[in-house]
């Protein structure tokens, strides 16, 4: 039994300069509370960098680290890229977040702030390469709602550092060249750095259902003679929409050869394939959450024309219909999780996908085909 992690000791503002000294002191003297005689053990699994562009982005952050380091311990990099205003540019600041354990322990992780004035945002980087501990892996999670390569130089940087590189596509103002350019980045600079997009991690339950539902052994020959998929979706979610048309086709061979903007924010995509061409509708809802809401997968069988419905419903719950069947399949959504529980199941994940590579790169082709 744990209780939720929480900063245990108050951030101290420090030196830049002094940040490694200071975290040695931390461990040092006496914790302050009614807990102080309990034993606290200094826990470390890696570094975590932690990009945030401004002071309110920091904060919510902030809340969202004591979530993750609960489950992994690391030290936490917390760099705020545009501060407000402050005397100086760059200002430090180091505490500790612990929770408790078993047997009274208090299990703690380290947690150091580095905010800057925005003329001094490039220094981040190279005071953050000088705070990590060498013989941990280092993992880079960047916040912004922009896709990483927009942050230039400085993301450059950044995930130079870092062996895994985590950002989340869902809220992408402009989705068509942020897929290109992050799809761009991966199959170049990042090639061997192992990528997560949180939102290919909400289409975990999406991807699992699909699979179940068409799978050979129910229904006999649908994969191959697919001819048309629909998919609903909220504001800002059509690269999690791209995602799960990606995965399909790499999973199905299509080939994408052209795509056509229509009214009413819908997009269409053929596809080519063995058995023949393959349409794939996304349409744009006007309001809502950024998520999925309908994905409708047809086909010619044997006796007819068949149609697979997978669709959102209350309490995160996907319900999958077809006509004819006995009764729909339910299966509980994973795709709720908060952004904080999914950093942290990524966290470990110290391999690279190629399943969503291959998905990021059929995103990338359909993403390109629409500015031809």
């Known amino acids: 039994m744990t209780q939720a992690a929480q900063p245990d000791f108050v951030a101290r503002p420090v030196d830049v300069g002094a940040v490694e000294r200071e975290l040695t002191r931390l461990w040092s003297r006496p914790k302050p509370g009614p807990l102080s005689e309990e034993p606290v053990t200094r826990a470390c699994m890696s570094n975590l960098i932690v990009y945030c562009a401004n002071d309110a982005d920091a904060s919510f952050a902030q809340e969202e680290i004591a979530d993750i380091v609960q489950r992994h311990p690391a030290r936490v990099l917390l ?60 993992a880079l999670w960047w916040t912004p709602a922009n896709p990483p390569p927009s942050g230039g130089e400085l993301f450059g940087e950044l995930a130079a550092m870092a062996r895994h590189v985590i950002y989340d596509s869902e809220g992408w103002a402009d989705p068509v060249r942020g897929v290109v350019s992050l799809a761009g980045w991966v199959a170049g600079a990042g090639s061997s750095a192992i990528v997560s997009d949180l939102a290919w991690r909400r289409l975990s339950p999406w991807r699992r259902l699909i699979g179940q539902a068409l799978d050979p052994a129910l229904e006999p020959g649908a994969l191959d003679a697919i001819d048309e998929v629909e998919i609903e979706h909220g504001p800002h979610a059509l690269p999690k929409a791209w995602l ?19 009214p009413g924010d819908q997009i269409a995509w053929s596809f080519d394939s063995e058995p023949g061409s393959v349409r794939v509708t996304a349409r744009r ?23 697979t419905t997978f669709s959102l419903g209350r309490a995160g719950w996907i319900a999958v219909d077809r006509p004819g069947a006995f009764a729909s399949q339910r299966i509980l959504a994973r795709g709720d999780l908060t952004r904080a529980a999914l950093v942290t199941r990524q966290l470990p ?21 629409l500015v031809r």
């Open 79 to 138: 760099l705020v890229g545009s501060a407000g205003e402050q005397p100086s540019d760059l200002e430090a600041y180091v505490s500790a977040v612990c929770f408790t354990a078993g047997a009274g322990r208090q299990i703690c992780s380290e947690n150091v702030t580095i905010s800057a004035h925005e003329s001094a945002r490039r220094r981040l980087p190279a005071t953050a390469r000088s705070l990590l501990i060498g013989d941990l892996p280092t």
């Open 244 to 262: 799960l048309i990606g995965w399909l086709a790499a999973r199905l061979g299509w080939r994408p050869v052209g795509a056509r903007v229509s």
């Open 285 to 307: 809802q006007a309001q809502g959450d950024p998520v999925l809401r309908r994905t409708s997968i047809g086909w010619r069988g044997a006796s007819g024309r068949v149609c």
């Open 349 to 369: 994940k110290l391999f690279r996908d190629p399943v969503f590579r291959d998905a990021l790169a059929v995103s990338r082709a359909m993403a390109e085909a």
